[in-house]
């Protein structure tokens, strides 16, 4: 009989969890739905969720489970294949868009939508950013750095810098007799070539102070707004004041030496920026990016030997092509990188260092017979695009030789956004990937302690372990 009874309550309370959740969802439907009810077009299908986090909780479920696709994939199996949706993420109702035409729509009407990343996001890496630059004030930032990354000229220019560095730091992890947190060790070297190009030389002890700062700033980016001790979001904001304390006695030195004439030859990109516009900061891009793509470009040739042999002797034949008197790696010679051009391009599409890029209707929008209410967030999911059957046959395989004779249709490949506000830190990461992946293909291999080590995708697809491995030197450097 007490058994029945325990059996009984078991029961009432499971019932009484789901009415709740369904009740709670209802009423935050119902809630948004009584002020669009003047409005001429339905919201698109989907739900919002919980009142105040919304879907937050699934959110995070899947994507620090590694299994990101399991957000669109339940929004897809109960709405059907709409390409567009309604949820509530980060605390802001949201619409989601799948489908090319329509983030293209997006990405490129400027007036629109505008940069919208959450208000969290913001408020970790500071107001004054590329992310939340507008469209004008983006471009002319864009130029300035363009001006010093993009180019002939400039990237031979740069080219010392990164080959001393990677080669100096993978001779440095190879003589190692254990196994190293591979990510972290390319965080560091990402970090010191991007502080190269923009501050030139500094004092190491307080660039490593900067970069401790910058990983647990980055870390913060897409979780929970929570600011209690012990959440991520509180330990972001907390990095962000001690990044802006280290940055700007630096800053200020910087300006004092050109507003005294002091610095008018040999610039980099923190002269161009202090130049341009009276900036309290400094924009750090690209720092994180790169190092996750050297990452991945590696995991995924290490798992597809094939691939990686093609690869090498690539880079061997333009070795063999060199002039004895050639010593370094020169822009024409990346411009010949045909092969491992694909491999990163098939290491973005498959990974995706970006699930989705942040947009903010200005007003309302029809799309495709659904509203886009003012104000509401708009993400257009990039993973779901590169993952899409429709634009890649078998999307889940790692075939880099798909893009022989692809023609991806605009909008189909959208890595880093589009149009005038496409990420500037491409422009930076790119050189620097393809010279570190030049050097280990030709010199290293890597062995994973975990090969089959679990995922986590917040804020960025990374295995748990940061892809434990011992590099190894199969050549001289």
């Given at each position: ?5 325990w059996?009984w309550m ?7 969890y ?7 969802w209802r009423?935050?439907e ?5 002020k669009?009810?003047?409005?001429q ?8 969720g919980?009142p ?6 699934a ?5 620090s489970s ?10 897809v ?7 567009i949706y ?7 109702p ?10 293209r ?8 939508f505008?940069?919208g990343?959450?208000?969290s ?20 930032l864009?130029?300035?750095v363009?001006?010093?990354t ?7 220019m ?5 080959e001393d ?11 190692m ?7 972290k060790?390319?965080k560091s ?8 190009i ?5 004092n ?15 870390a913060?980016?897409?979780c ?5 001790p012990g ?7 907390k990095?962000?004041?001690k990044l802006?304390?280290?940055i700007?006695?630096i800053?200020?030195e910087?300006?004092l030496?050109?507003?005294n004439g002091e610095k ?10 202090l130049?341009a516009?009276?900036e ?12 996750y793509g ?12 094939h ?5 090498k002797?690539?880079?061997?034949e333009?070795?063999?092509a060199?002039?004895s008197t050639?010593?370094q790696l ?6 010949q990188?045909?092969?491992l051009?694909?491999?990163i ?8 260092l ?11 929008v029809n799309?495709n017979?659904?509203?886009i209410?003012n104000?509401?967030?708009v993400?257009?999911?990039?993973r779901a ?11 889940d ?10 023609k991806a249709k605009?909008g189909t ?6 149009g005038s ?9 790119k050189?620097e990937i393809?010279?570190?992946?030049h050097?280990?293909?030709l ?10 080590c679990?995922?986590?995708?917040l804020p960025l697809?990374k295995?748990?372990d940061?892809?434990?491995s ?8």
């Amino acid at each position: 009989m007490e058994i029945e009874y325990w059996v009984w309550m078991c029961a009432i309370l499971l019932a009484s969890y789901f009415c709740l959740i369904n009740f709670m969802w209802r009423l935050n439907e119902w809630y948004y739905n009584m002020k669009l009810k003047k409005k001429q077009y339905p919201l698109p299908p989907g739900h919002l969720g919980w009142p105040l986090i919304g879907n937050m909780l699934a959110f995070v479920k899947d994507f620090s489970s590694g299994h990101p696709d399991s957000f669109i994939t339940n929004l897809v199996s109960k709405n059907g294949r709409t390409g567009i949706y309604k949820t509530h993420l980060f605390g802001s109702p949201s619409i989601i868009i799948c489908e090319a035409d329509m983030c293209r729509r997006v990405l490129l009407d400027y007036e629109t939508f505008k940069i919208g990343y959450p208000k969290s996001t913001m408020e970790v890496i500071g107001f004054k950013s590329f992310w939340s630059s507008v469209e004008k004030e983006h471009k002319g930032l864009k130029r300035l750095v363009s001006a010093l990354t993009m180019g002939h000229n400039t990237l031979e220019m740069y080219l010392p810098r990164i080959e001393d560095i990677v080669i100096n730091s993978m001779e440095e992890i190879s003589s190692m007799n254990h196994p190293v947190e591979f990510l972290k060790e390319m965080k560091s070297i990402s970090f010191d070539i991007i502080i190269s190009i923009i501050m030139g030389s500094y004092n190491k002890n307080i660039l490593t102070k900067i970069e401790n700062s910058f990983s647990d700033v980055f870390a913060a980016l897409y979780c929970m707004p929570i600011d209690l001790p012990g959440f991520a979001f509180h330990k972001g904001l907390k990095a962000r004041k001690k990044l802006v304390k280290l940055i700007q006695p630096i800053v200020e030195e910087r300006r004092l030496m050109i507003k005294n004439g002091e610095k008018t030859k040999d610039k980099d990109l923190l002269d161009i920026l202090l130049e341009a516009r009276d900036e309290d900061g400094v924009v750090l891009a690209g720092v994180e990016e790169p190092a996750y793509g050297i990452m991945w470009s590696l995991i995924y040739l290490t798992k597809h030997p094939h691939i990686l042999k093609k690869a090498k002797e690539e880079q061997e034949e333009i070795i063999k092509a060199r002039p004895s008197t050639q010593k370094q790696l020169s822009y024409k010679e990346i411009k010949q990188m045909v092969y491992l051009s694909q491999v990163i391009n098939e290491m973005l599409r498959v990974v995706g260092l970006n699930f989705a890029l942040f947009r903010e209707a200005t007003k309302d929008v029809n799309m495709n017979g659904y509203i886009i209410p003012n104000g509401w967030k708009v993400l257009t999911w990039s993973r779901a695009i590169h993952h899409e059957p429709t634009y890649y046959s078998n999307p889940d395989e790692f075939n880099p030789s798909r893009w022989d004779d692809h023609k991806a249709k605009v909008g189909t490949f959208i890595p880093f956004g589009a149009g005038s506000m496409h990420c500037p830190a491409s422009d930076l990461a790119k050189p620097e990937i393809f010279v570190f992946l030049h050097y280990f293909l030709l010199n290293y291999r890597l062995e994973r302690v975990n090969p089959e080590c679990p995922i986590t995708c917040l804020p960025l697809s990374k295995p748990i372990d940061n892809c434990l491995s011992k590099v190894i030197k199969v050549s001289s450097a």
